[in-house]
């Protein structure tokens, strides 16, 4: 194994540690996965992240025949990781959550419209909610690929959400925003429903999004620390 795949497999295990630590998932239920030149590697189906160490984790082929290889097998999940890599080269890394507020809006089947102008950094004017299917299934990552359309996220009814971007720290910090927001979202719903910004106020946001710090920062997973993505803005 060459240090920098082994590299990478040591840092998706500490993002799964901190995600737990910081509340974003709950036990095993979540998964992540980072590409590795013409593979895949991904967190293995039903370990305890404090289990688990580098050469565990699962390394699935991003051709036609989806080979996988390692002691263990790979996520329950694999298809969506896999589905989305193949048709989004942008795509480095993807997080996968069953955090709480997130999971609360996800189970409500609607969608986080633009109530933060936040919202932004995943793409559009909202983070859709795909339809729901049965987890691990084709026709979940086939409603994944549509919710993911010109996005960095979605929810996924009755399930949870997913994150996907350029760098696994990158990942991470948007996974981290993205509950925030839809514990905002939560709570303004308490409170009788939020103030939605126009398609115009949102275009302004866009444009001044387009050279936000961490979005170029994060690019470059040597750049910044997953801790200094999470914290700063």
């Known amino acids: 194994m060459e240090h920098e795949e082994y590299r990478l497999r040591q840092a998706i295990i500490e993002q799964c540690l901190w995600m737990n630590a910081q509340g974003l998932n709950q036990g095993s239920s979540g998964n992540i996965s980072a590409r590795s030149q013409d593979k895949l590697i991904i967190t293995p189906t039903a370990m305890a992240y404090e289990a688990m160490r580098p050469e565990m984790l699962a390394a699935i082929a991003l051709d036609e025949t989806a080979a996988w290889q390692g002691p263990y097998k790979p ?8 589905d989305l890599m193949r048709a989004r080269p942008d795509i480095g890394a993807i997080v996968h959550t069953h955090s709480t507020y997130t999971t609360s809006l996800a189970m409500t089947r609607r969608s986080i419209p633009a109530v933060h102008y936040m919202i932004a950094l995943f793409g559009g004017n909202d983070v859709r909610c795909a339809e729901y299917a049965t987890y691990g299934t084709q026709a979940l990552s086939d409603h994944i690929l549509v919710a993911m359309q010109d ?6 009814a009755n399930h949870g959400m997913l994150v996907a971007a350029e760098t696994l720290p990158k990942a991470m910090w948007l996974a981290s925003e993205l509950e925030t927001l839809a514990q905002q979202y939560y709570h303004a719903l308490q409170l009788g429903g939020a103030v939605i910004l126009t398609d115009e106020q949102m275009a302004e946001v866009h444009a001044k999004l387009a050279n936000y710090g961490l979005s170029q920062a994060l690019t ?4 910044a620390s997953t801790k200094s993505a999470t914290t700063s803005k």
Do not use: D, G
């Open 151 to 156: 996005r960095k996220a979605c929810l996924l």
């Open 75 to 82: 996520s329950s999940e694999w298809r969506f990781h896999y």
């Open 220 to 223: 470059n997973p040597e750049s």
